[in-house]
Structure formats: C-alpha cells, structure tokens
C-alpha cells in the first residue's frame, strides 16, 4: 500500500521541510513577507515534485526534468507576489530571491543532491543574517523614510530644504507643504541610509526647525 513511500523519500521530503523552515524563521522574526510556513511549504513542494518527476519518468522511461523544468515559472509568480512597489520604493526583492533559492534548494534535495542542498541553505542564512547585519551595522541599507520640517509660520523652509537634500545627494519626493496655527509645515520622502538620515538631520537642525523622521513602511 505504501510502496511508493520509502525512507529515502521521506528523508529527502523531511530535510526539504527542515531547510525552508531555518530559512523561513530568519525572515518572520525579521518581520519580512514570505516567514516559517512559506518556505517551508516552497521548499518542500519543490522537492516533492522533483521526486514525483524522477519516479514517473522512471516508470515510463520518459523525460525525469519535464516536471521539475516547471518549478521555476511557477516559483517566478510567487516571487513576484512579493514583491511591492510602494511610493516610489520596491520593497521584498530580498524575499523574492530568497523564495526563488530556497525552491532550488528544494529541487536540490529532491534529486538527492542533500549535501549541496545543506550548503547552499548555510550559505543563504549568512546572506540574510551575516551581511544583514553588516548592513545594519555599518548603515549601508536604505529605508523610506519621511522627514517633517516645523518652522515659524514667517520663515522659508523649503528653498533651503531643497538645497540641503540636493546638496547630499539624495532622491527625495512627494514633497508637500501646508501651514498649521503660527507654524509652516514641510513633508517629503526619501530613501536614505542612516548616515545620510543623521546629516540630514544635523543640517535641518540648523535651519533652526523642529525635524521629525519616521518610516514609510516599517
């Protein structure tokens, strides 16, 4: 009855469900879109039907990548899902890519490649957690951010706001200005990293205006 279910199988189906879900845990505590139970459930549907096409072209005497060949389209929507424009911005390329490898992984151990399935899931985690954190440390990733600029009502905030950004060299849109009670009020967003946020600030602050920063999209 369970012919079809050997233990090698069940082993390759078991590290392919493993492997996604290290992956997967490293994105959902990051709070990122694809967590645990969708690399999880890519990884393994990758390496089930890698089996599957390897078992029917064996017993047919057929073409064993057919199946597995249409993995990679497949796993091209599900990427580009992910995937958000938001104000100007891409966000989820990263998680987009990591769903795109860890579908490769999974091929990978559904055709009994287990140790360079292994590798290339460390491999992955050092991507994400090793040069994630290099990024962090070192203020090298961008965000979306948006800064409010708070003057006397008298006062011109945004020539010299302008002159600053284009001065750093930076992006900036939507920029929007209005008046509230005695005070002029400036908003625009760009996507800075933190050393860039921090002279900006400093700048501003010199401008002698109340500067405020928070996310577009945490």
């Known amino acids: 009855m369970l012919h079809d279910l050997n233990s090698y199988i069940l082993l ?3 590290l392919a469900a493993a492997l996604g879900a290290v ?45 597995a060949a249409q993995i990679i389209p ?3 929507f599900i990427g580009a899902g992910v995937v958000i424009r938001e104000r100007g911005a891409v966000m989820g390329i990263t998680s987009a890519a990591t769903i795109f490898v860890m579908a490769s992984v999974g091929m990978a151990v559904g055709a009994g490649m287990l140790a360079t399935a292994i590798f290339a899931t460390l491999m992955v985690l050092v991507a ?12 090298l990733q961008t965000r979306l951010m948006t ?3 708070t003057v006397p009502a008298h006062a011109d905030v945004l020539n010299p706001a302008h002159r600053i950004v284009e001065e750093t060299k930076i992006e900036a849109r939507r920029w929007q200005t209005h008046k509230h009670d005695d005070c002029a009020i400036l908003d625009f967003e760009a996507e800075v990293t ?8 400093v700048k501003f602050g010199a401008l002698n205006a109340k500067v405020e920063v928070r996310p577009v999209r945490s």
Not at 40 to 61: K, N, P, Q, R
Not at 194 to 201: A, F, V
């Open 12 to 14: 390759r189906l078991l």
């Open 23 to 67: 992956v997967g845990l490293e994105r959902q505590l990051r709070r990122k879109p694809a967590g645990i139970r969708t690399n999880l459930m890519i990884c393994f549907g990758a390496a089930l039907f890698t089996i599957i096409s390897y078992e029917m072209a064996g017993e047919v005497a057929g073409d064993h990548t057919r199946i």
């Open 74 to 76: 497949g796993i091209g």
């Open 128 to 139: 994400l957690i090793g040069i994630g954190f290099l990024e962090d440390r070192y203020g």
């Open 147 to 149: 800064f409010q600029l």
């Open 194 to 201: 933190h050393p860039q946020e921090r002279e900006l600030l």
